[in-house]
């Protein structure tokens, strides 16, 4: 254990949950200086382990009681500050904390009061580091971090993300694929990955991140239980950076809301694909969506603007979706029929690219556009001139008979009164 370790805190996923949802920065679970257990065997081993800790503060455990733990703790570390949290402090209560020489009860108000009060030397770590020379594209050092969002949901953002992974892993790169939709992510039963890892699982011990070869995807999946979203979200931002420092291409599926963290992706993104449907309704939330990021100072350079689901009969082409987007490039993915849905379904990604499927076909168009060639690689750096302020500057992905298509199929759209209302200008 790091000796930066100064506070323990014994909390199951329930009572973390609680302490967010009373204002404490989730990231606040991740700090350097503060180790988290929600088991009391756990706690016991950690005090014992690090007399640097100073302070103990016990709201549960999963399998005693907090009072029972609380006690524990300090006849294991007496000179430690042990306090009893989110207990009502009844004259039992109090008799209990005195034989046990307790320092005191705390309100969840009053524990996330004390954690937030560390924030500040934590700011002045990171101020050293940064003064050190330590710079944001050093910290993406190392693989190529890909992100795939959208404006709303159900565009085929898993569907798209497992393909983009797997058709990496066929170039012989080390592929590690991501579920950031920490409510309702589903890429562990559609990933077909040659090692898995939740994200729970993760957050417990960093050690169970997957080796792989060259070749072969690593899947990160979302935790089963909705409810742990919030306090995951820091084990996911330290998921991703430790992905980078082992694979060299990392797929990052995110979900349908927008959010802190989800900005934090972007960010940090070599790229970020922005995956758009044949709906009118996706249309107009990539266009608030790509307004909200102008709004809020959120570079959009690294954008990739990308049209699934594209065939004969469908009624948008990229030449259309640019137009009501003022022009914005606009790449293709072809709709790949049913055998997507059924082998995916299946957990059998490799067998669908061995098919010839439209959809794999034009995935691996683009990642030739995306993938940098050589060493730039390995910087973690789109592949310069490609991508331009919302997508691709002149991607060769997009022929000359996608834009004679477009005009007849935009004529016919007119026929039939399907168009995408383009509002005010910016």
Not at 162 to 178: D, P, S
Request: proline share 3%.
């Amino acid at each position: 254990m790091s000796a930066m370790v100064r506070k323990l805190l014994c909390a199951d996923a329930e009572q973390q949950v609680a302490l967010t949802s009373r204002g404490l920065d989730p990231t606040l679970l991740e700090a350097p200086w503060l180790t988290v257990c929600s088991r009391a065997r756990a706690a016991r081993e950690a005090i014992a382990a690090s007399p640097a800790i100073e302070e103990a503060i016990v709201l549960s455990s999963e399998e005693v009681e907090g009072i029972n733990l609380a006690a524990a703790l300090k006849v294991d570390a007496p000179a430690c500050r042990v306090y009893l949290a989110a207990c009502e402090e009844t004259g039992s209560v109090r008799s209990r904390l005195a034989a046990a020489h307790l320092d005191g009860v705390l309100s969840l108000d009053e524990v996330v009061r004390r954690l937030s009060a560390e924030v500040v030397p934590d700011t002045a770590a990171i101020a050293a580091d940064d003064a050190s020379g330590r710079s944001r594209e050093e910290e993406r050092a190392g693989g190529f971090l890909l992100t795939v969002v959208s404006g709303s949901g159900g565009v085929g953002k898993s569907t798209v993300a497992t393909v983009l992974a797997h058709g990496a892993a066929r170039r012989g790169l080390r592929c590690a694929l991501i579920d950031a939709d920490l409510q309702f992510g589903d890429l562990g039963e559609i990933g077909a990955a040659d090692a898995h890892v939740s994200l729970d699982a993760l957050a417990e011990d960093s050690a169970l991140l997957p080796e792989v070869s060259a070749g072969e995807v690593a899947l990160i999946e979302a935790p089963g239980r909705p409810e742990l979203a919030e306090v995951l979200a820091g084990p996911l931002d330290r998921a991703v950076q430790e992905a980078l420092g082992r694979f060299d291409f990392v797929v990052v599926d995110t979900g349908g809301s927008w959010n802190e963290q989800q900005v934090r992706l972007l960010e940090r993104s070599a790229a970020v694909v922005f995956l758009i449907d044949q709906r009118a309704s996706s249309v107009r939330a990539c266009r608030r969506a790509l307004d909200l990021c102008l709004r809020c100072g959120v570079a959009t350079s690294s954008f990739v603007l990308v049209l699934n689901r594209c065939g004969r009969h469908a009624p948008f082409t990229s030449i259309d979706v640019s137009s009501a987007l003022q022009g914005a490039p606009v790449i293709e993915l072809a709709d790949g029929g049913r055998e997507v849905e059924e082998l995916l379904g299946a957990a059998s990604a490799p067998a669908l690219f061995a098919s010839g499927n439209d959809l794999c076909a034009s995935v691996d168009r683009l990642l030739g556009e995306l993938l940098p060639r050589g060493t730039a690689l390995c910087q973690g750096v789109a592949q310069e001139g490609v991508i331009a302020r919302w997508g691709l500057k002149g991607a060769r992905v997009r022929e000359k008979k996608h834009m004679r298509r477009a005009s007849r199929r935009r004529s016919r759209a007119q026929r039939d009164e399907i168009r995408v209302p383009l509002g005010e200008g910016r």
